[in-house]
């Protein structure tokens, strides 16, 4: 196995290629199924966030934007 695989993920082509043989195809879309889970992990998410940007008080910034020589002048 080269050392750069060491640090770094191989694409699953380049695995195939190795061992020989074909990469499988994913051609059926995956249904999407929500589960009990994973909405309570969401609507806990979004409580956090929401609380997290009630905290903060709004604050407006003015941000100069930056001359380009490629715009014609007024």
Known sequence: MPLAWRATKPYLSTLCR????TAPRFTAP?????????????????QILAS??????????????AKSSSSPAP
Request: proline residues 6%; positive net charge; aromatic residues 0%.
């Open 18 to 21: 190795m061992l020989g043989v």
């Open 30 to 46: 995956r249904g999407q199924v929500a589960s009990v889970t994973a909405e309570q992990s969401l609507a806990t998410i979004r």
């Open 52 to 65: 997290r940007s009630a905290q903060r008080s709004p604050k407006s910034v003015a941000v100069p934007r």
